[in-house]
């Protein structure tokens, strides 16, 4: 079973930056993909960014392109978020989602909430 714990979340500004980790068991961590979603209060899990297994290709939605940056380190076993020039409707609780042939797993989430 793989385990996955984010931090990293809290209250910021509109226009401030925060950066996400997702520490985990998975190893070795560049077998697995690994994606952020996010989900808003009344509104569908959707995913945020993506990093494949290997060669660690990324993947971005529309929303947060240019924006949103994620990436992994190996030596820390810990996949990253870094959020950049927030607004208001990014606002959403923020999971982090592992995956490999044997099966997918998610974390808890963390909230992350943008103010005015």
């Known amino acids: 079973q793989v385990q996955l714990v984010e931090s990293g979340g809290g209250l910021v500004q509109s226009g401030g930056s925060l950066r996400l980790s997702c520490t985990t068991s998975?190893?070795?961590?560049?077998?697995?993909?690994f994606g952020w979603f996010r989900q808003a209060p009344g509104k569908e899990r959707e995913g945020v960014a993506c990093?494949?297994?290997?060669?660690?290709?990324?993947y971005y939605a529309d929303a947060v392109k240019g924006r949103f940056t994620i990436s992994r380190d190996s030596a820390k076993n810990t996949v990253y978020l870094q959020m950049n020039s927030l607004k208001l409707e990014d606002t959403a609780v923020y999971y982090c989602?592992?995956?490999?042939?044997?099966?997918?797993?998610w974390g808890q989430g963390t909230q992350v909430t943008v103010s005015s």
């Open positions: 990093i494949s297994s290997g060669d660690g290709s990324t």
């Open positions: 998975a190893f070795p961590l560049n077998y697995y993909g």
């Open positions: 989602y592992a995956e490999r042939t044997s099966g997918g797993y």
